[in-house]
């Protein structure tokens, strides 16, 4: 689809993908309107970094709220594009379906409505491979074809929440083909330099390793995928014409063995507490297994759903059709473990 002079919504702009989107898109010279909770800087911090981005004089930023039918239909009007990135993400909540499903699923037909009131051109959904699999079968590699059947409020609800509000949207535009039309970004585990203050969820990971968190090195492998890679994804499935349906956005798998051994490559082993008992074997996985019992709800179940298990993906449809290469995963962890440092997320040295 070719540029045009209109705004582009970026829904939940103090996010930490949706930033890295706003970043980009600024960069490229481009309008950007980008949807907040609050206005007020003393209530919502991260607007600031917004407001000092390169080109920032042609971002404008605008009050909506995910629950709250018609809030963003001023933010819509006039826009060609709209990219979707709003929704919560933490595993462990206390009422899943207050605090995971219902932001999802309702934000998500909220935002749509807006959009085909608008008459926008496309929109762009941050789904999730959560949508994809809830649990990763390792002789297996995972498309875009297939969708998690698993999932529910008592077993990985964020999953579940992700699997809804995608499912939602697809049976959006199925049923009322609105004027848009729907492509979706399915990322896995998202890391990298943030630009606005909070510590996101994944790169939480990198902090609780220091920090010793985990009691040895755990059977659990990622796909992991920067979140700089992440916005670019969206920009191209906004802007390629030929772009549609879903696209699987990752880079590397690594396990936690490889991940600690980086750390320890880049020096982040001295003063801090990296697990160093194997735990990643059967008899390992057996004991994470039956502690993750006496975990918080949501973490036990991801424990129990993924340890000892090896996803595997194909991300040729991401690579042919939006031309995407992905950051080699030792550049991105040297570079979030830099910028961990300098936001004060890590733990003192002991």
Sequence with gaps: ??????????????????????????????????????????????????????????????????????SFDRAAEG?????????????????????????????TINVLASCERARVNRVV??????????????????????????SSLERNPYYYSKTLAERAAWDFVKQRRPWFDLVSVNPFLIVG????????????????????TYPGIVGLTWGF??????????????????????????????????????????????????PAIGLDNPAGDLIVRLGSYLQASGVGSYLRTHVGRVPRYGTSKIR????MTFRPLEQTIVETMADLQQWGHLPARR
């Design 225 to 274: 995928v920067d979140v700089r890679d992440v916005a670019t994804a969206h920009i191209r499935a906004m802007d390629a014409a030929p772009a549609s349906g879903r696209y699987i956005c990752a880079g590397e798998a690594a396990s936690m063995r490889t991940v600690v051994g980086l750390l320890r490559k880049h020096g982040w082993d001295a003063g801090y507490k990296l």
């Design 193 to 212: 330099p943030s630009l606005v203050p909070g510590l996101n969820t994944s790169n939480q990971i990198f902090v609780d390793l220091l920090k010793g």
């Design 320 to 323: 042919r059709e939006l031309g």
């Design 79 to 107: 826009c060609s594009y709209v990219v979707h990135t709003a929704s919560p993400y933490t595993l462990t909540v206390t009422d899943p379906q207050r605090e995971l499903v219902m932001p999802a699923v309702n934000g």
């Design 125 to 150: 959904l941050t789904s999730s491979m959560a949508a994809i699999t809830d649990e990763p079968e390792s002789d297996r590699v995972l498309t875009e074809a297939d969708w998690n059947t698993k």
């Design 1 to 70: 689809m070719p540029a045009t002079d209109a705004p582009i919504l970026v829904t939940g702009a103090t996010g930490f993908v949706a930033s890295r989107i706003v970043e980009q898109l600024l960069s490229m010279r481009r309008r950007v309107r980008g949807t907040v909770r609050s206005l007020r800087t003393n209530r919502d911090l991260s607007l600031s970094p917004l407001r000092t981005l390169p080109n920032a004089a042609a971002l404008e930023l605008v009050e909506a709220d995910l629950l709250t039918e018609g």
